[in-house]
Every structure is written in structure tokens, then in C-alpha cells.
């Protein structure tokens, strides 16, 4: 019998039944899954340089996740995959249009351990110029809010902007004349202060917040002195010395002579 059609059966078949027809004649993961012909299995070079492509990190998880045997795909290392994962249910995610490496969906996890990923996938990735999304997002809502709250820090030391650069100088034609280039001195060097103050928050944000735990737990000792030694004969004004350390933080102070330092008395405090 002549088939009038012989396309029909073909638009009749899903794109499942296609995948599993072509099961059991695979040489390489790459004749089921396309996507992995052509993966660079070499680590990335200057992974400093942000020279990772999260990607290729992806599809480089899949092959070691994949394998063939006797012309089958089966999974040969099942971490890499969300549990439950058979090749049947991959190929058949596949074959509706959905696939894991390099885009979001609600399916298959490709997933990977610090080490495998510390030596295929270390390092970062550029964030792509003609694409907004990728480094707007982390500028709106973490590096700005970093900013504001980072100049708002005491700190200790800073360059300061010399006195000389702002003195008046409207009776002497040369100085006067010299103002833009004293404006834009200043500006350079409180500019400079700032960015090294923020390069060193970025650097130290872990430091600091254990600092600030450390504080936390300090405050609390010293409650417990004044709640303890309250009622013992500390007197009032050392009491009130010492919640205005409390208060005003770790600040180094100068005692004046003649004031006592509540340190060389209270030893458990200091």
C-alpha cells in the first residue's frame, strides 16, 4: 500500500517519540543532546580576568553528567542533576524546547559541587555591555546602597583637603585666576579618599562585621558590670562614663589628667 502522505506520519509523531526512536543509536552524549558538540573541556584561562562563561560551565557539567552505553544515553554521575532525572524525561524536556544551560525554566537543575566548579569553573564572568540587565541589577540593589552606607562610617584616618586650596584670593589677581585649577585639586583628592575607603569597605565587609559583633558582645559585658557593680558602690559618674561608651561606640579617648581611667580599676572591662 502507497502511503498519499508520506509526511503525515511524521507531523503525527511528537517530538518525544522522535527523541526515543533515535535512543539506542548514540555514540557520544552529543548525538542526544546537540548542545554539547563542541564544549570546551579545558578550564578557563585567567579565570581572575572574568574570562568564566557560566554557560559553557553548564553544558560542561552535562557531559560529565551524561554518558552512552551500548548506544543508550544513561546518566553516569547523578549529582549533577536534580534527583529523579532519567535521560527519558531530559530528552523529553528537550524536545518541548527547554533546556537548562543558559536560560531559566522550570525543569531539570544542572548543578555542581565548590570543587568541581573551583577547578572547571573558577573565576566570574563578565557582565555583558549591550545587556542592562546584568549589571543594573546588582548596581541598584547592592553596589549603590553599599556606597551610601559605606561614606557614612566613621573612620579615622583620611586626606584631608588643605585649607590653602580654599582661601579667598579676590585681591590677588594671580590666585583668583588659579581657582578652577585649585577646584579641581580638591575635587581629585576628596574623590581619591573616597574610592580608597571603599575599595578598603569591599575589601574588609567581613572584618568589619565581625568587628560589629565583637562590639555587640563588648556592650553587653559592660551592661552586665553596671547592672552587677550598680548596687556595689560604682558610682554614678562612672556609670554614666561608661553607657556613654555604649553609646558613642569604640572610640579612642584621651583621658584628661586628673580623670581616672575606669581600665586600670575595672580590668574586666578592657
Known sequence: MRMKYPFALLLLLSRDAVALLHNGN???????????????LAPPRHPGLGTMN?????????TD??????GYLVISD????????????FLSQMSQGEFPCGS??????????????????????KSQVNDAQEWV??????ILPCLVFSTAIPRRRRLQVSDV????ALHNIYRFLLTPIRFVVAVFIVTLDYLIWLALCFAFAGPMILSGIYEAFLDSRILD???????????????TRLLYIILVGNLDFKWKSGESNPCSYYHYLC
Open 165 to 168: 586650596l580654599f582661601k579667598r
Open 54 to 62: 557560566i554557560t559553557n560551565c553548564c553544558l560542561r557539567a552535562l
Open 225 to 239: 558590670f553596671v547592672m552587677r557593680e550598680g548596687n556595689a558602690g560604682l558610682s554614678k559618674v562612672m556609670s
Open 65 to 70: 553528567a551524561f554518558a552512552v552505553q551500548n
Open 78 to 89: 547523578p549529582s549533577f542533576l536534580s534527583p529523579g532525572t532519567t535521560p527519558e524525561s
Open 26 to 40: 548514540f555514540t557520544t552524549p552529543s548525538d542526544a543532546i546537540p548542545q554539547l558538540a563542541g564544549v570546551s
Open 137 to 142: 541589577s546588582p548596581l541598584v540593589s547592592f
Open 104 to 125: 531559566d525554566f522550570k525543569g531539570t537543575e544542572v548543578k555542581a559541587s565548590y570543587t568541581w566548579c573551583s577547578i572547571y569553573c573558577a573565576g566570574y564572568q
